[in-house]
């Protein structure tokens, strides 16, 4: 009896996907929850699993196919028996050691060949990689044996090879593309990457989108996370790092300003109206293999220091395993975006759409600023930028302020997250 494999409901606004990799090809025996293939959406890259045991049958769709949700994409042949073959794999084992013999005459003949043109001959054929990864590596002379794969199982993905070309890697010296090389192809934008590209615009067409710019410096933070980063991470098992501080400086700012924390959303009647929320569920922006997500801390208001940084490590753990789910990624009230930990020094961020405020973190520098502490001297400071883009329609210019600065202070004068000031 043959049993289909159906791509699943995930949500109500997923309704189809792109196949990206076959794990299993037909003819293969399957146990039953074993990862058929993975699907890729225009919220999460999820494995479907086989809903039973036995021979896969062939395909119907190919890698890079776009299939909705409830289609049947392939067959599972649940009365076939087990070939002895799957339960004998690991029998031919022993064999090596019985053939003592013509062991001497292996050493002599490995000499013969090159040792530096080995490697080079093998990857493409044995390496793990998709059709796609393979093709870009052929065009641009990469070795993919040199390629770190983030695909299930350690497979190697388009976007595994395209990183090493971006960051100037090559292959082999022998087939390695020149620096004066006009070629170019066409990659397939991801439906992740899809549906940022058309929210990110839908957030310029529909909201009246303003940013507004501070600065704060980063010195007592530094020195407060210097004093006690060994004995926190002692106590709680996880680092301290800049972001809780951010978090809750955030909140700070939210229950300040209860306006950035709403909606634009419609009354009963179809009239705009505003949904206010008691709680903060901050948006941290990570990156993933396949672009940026923002997983959801649920209220963070609630949440100590080191919840928050355990929170912010297995997110970014998961999106980088690309095992984020779609509920951990909605919901969220506000967000917050660190640009700085690629080096930006500044940036306009863009709304995440209903939210009504996002803000920008940026990298620390060494400026000269007046010092605080001795009016109209100079010192050197480690200081920030901080953006914040509002919803004008939701969040006036004046309140904008008043929350950047409740940031500012909360991250100059730590001490007042810590009295609840």
């Known amino acids: 009896m043959a049993v289909e494999v159906i791509v699943p409901n995930v949500g109500e606004s997923v309704t189809e996907g792109v196949i990206a990799t076959w794990l299993k090809e037909p003819g293969e025996w399957i146990d039953r929850d074993e990862t058929v293939l993975e699907l890729e959406t225009d919220k999460v890259t999820m494995e479907i699993p086989a809903p039973s045991s036995g021979i896969l049958g062939e395909h119907k769709f190919a890698e890079g196919d776009t299939v909705e949700v409830g289609v049947a994409v392939a067959e599972i042949d649940e009365s076939a028996e087990k070939p002895a073959a799957a339960e004998h794999e690991s029998a031919p084992i022993p064999e090596p050691a019985e053939r003592a013999e013509p062991a001497p005459k292996a050493p002599q003949a490995e000499p013969t060949s090159p040792p530096i043109h080995a490697p080079a001959s ?17 065009e641009h002379g990469i070795d993919l044996g040199s390629v770190v794969g ?43 990457r899809q549906k940022i590209a058309s929210r990110l615009v839908e ?9 507004t710019f501070n600065e704060c410096d980063m010195t007592a933070v530094m020195e407060l996370r210097k004093a006690y980063k060994e004995e926190f991470t002692t106590k709680h098992g996880i680092g301290l790092g800049f972001m809780s501080f951010f978090v809750k400086a955030v909140v700070r700012g939210l229950q300040a ?49 080191a919840e928050i940084e355990a929170g912010i490590k297995d997110m970014a753990i998961r999106a980088r395993d690309g095992k984020i789910t779609l509920e951990e990624m909605t919901g969220g009230t506000f967000t917050i975006t660190n640009g700085g930990i690629f080096g930006s020094l500044n940036s306009t961020p863009i709304l995440n759409a209903p939210q009504s405020g996002i803000l920008g973190m940026h990298a620390i520098k ?8 001795n009016p109209g001297s100079v010192v050197i400071r480690p200081m920030m930028y901080l953006a914040l883009s509002y919803d004008h329609r939701v969040v006036d210019g004046a309140g ?16 007042r997250l810590l009295l609840g000031l």
């Open 122 to 138: 093998q990857p493409s054929g044995e390496v793990n990689a998709t059709p796609l990864a393979k093709k870009i590596a052929a």
């Open 150 to 192: 983030t695909g299930a199982h350690g497979r190697v993905r388009e976007h595994d090879v395209l990183a090493l070309v971006q960051t100037g890697g090559t292959g082999s010296s022998q087939g390695h593309v020149p620096s004066t090389s006009r070629a170019k192809h066409v990659q397939r934008m991801s439906p992740m």
């Open 203 to 211: 957030a310029q067409h529909t909201a009246a989108m303003l940013t």
């Open 257 to 305: 300003q209860p306006s950035i924390n709403s909606f634009i959303v419609k009354d009963d009647k179809g009239k705009p109206a505003l949904e206010m929320h008691d709680y903060c569920d901050i948006a941290i922006a990570v990156s993933s293999p396949k672009g940026l997500v923002v997983p959801v801390l649920r209220n963070a208001e609630t949440l100590s220091f």
């Open 366 to 373: 060494k400026r000269p600023v007046e010092d605080p502490d």
């Open 400 to 415: 904008a302020v008043q929350f950047l600065v409740a940031v500012k202070e909360a991250i100059e004068d730590p001490h």
